[in-house]
């Protein structure tokens, strides 16, 4: 491989992970509500160069191991427990383009990129305070977030529309699946 191609490598690399990372609802939730303190922002682009360079350290790294390295500099940047199944997702589309990476592949890292970025959708949290059925002080107060997603403008209660996929790994939701608190039961078809 070439010096400028390795270097061009990087840059791709760099861009995938970034893209990656602004593409995930719950870094996007984080900043835009403030949970990393009034540099959130800043601590959002620095977590792309800390990522990248966590991966360029660490050539053949499990996903378990990719999954416990966000998890922890959600949690300790912005105080932030990722409960909502996209640990594993964001991990895994890191370790893809970290794969294109190594092997000099361009065209795939810059093809992962355009694809998260297009995907991508805005999301937007707003504070819930509900009293629990006591008497006693605000100690019993529990404070919630409702998510709404948007994409392209259009609220999704939510879900980021994705294109339909008929792939062995696509999602359905059936009406019985729909719990009366709100709730939805996602199920994998197998």
């Known amino acids: 491989m070439m010096a400028g191609a390795g270097e061009d490598s990087r840059a791709l690399f760099g861009a995938g992970v970034r893209a990656a990372l602004e593409a995930w609802p719950a870094l996007q939730i984080a900043v835009e509500n403030g949970f ?9 682009e620095w977590l792309g160069g800390a990522v990248e360079e966590y991966f360029l350290r660490n050539a053949d790294l499990e996903l378990d191991e990719v999954e416990d390295f966000l998890g922890e500099l959600m949690t300790n940047e912005f105080d932030t427990v990722v409960e909502d199944g996209s640990l594993p997702q ?7 383009m970290f794969h294109h990476f190594q092997r000099g592949d361009g065209a795939s890292l810059k093809e992962m990129a355009s694809h998260i970025t297009q995907r991508k959708c805005k999301v937007r949290a707003t504070a819930v305070t509900t009293a629990r059925e006591t008497d006693e002080d605000d100690a019993d107060s529990v404070e919630e977030m409702e998510v ?3 994409n392209d403008g259009a609220a999704t209660d939510g879900v980021c529309l994705q294109p339909e996929s008929s792939g062995p790994d696509s999602q359905t939701i059936k009406e019985e699946d729909i719990v009366e608190d709100g709730w939805t039961i996602v199920r994998r078809k197998k």
Do not use: C, D, N, Y
């Not at 990393?36 to 959002?44: D, L, P, Y």
């Open 36 to 44: 990393g303190g009034v540099h959130s922002q800043e601590k959002a």
């Open 90 to 96: 964001v991990s895994q589309q890191l370790r893809t």
């Open 148 to 150: 709404t997603a948007m």
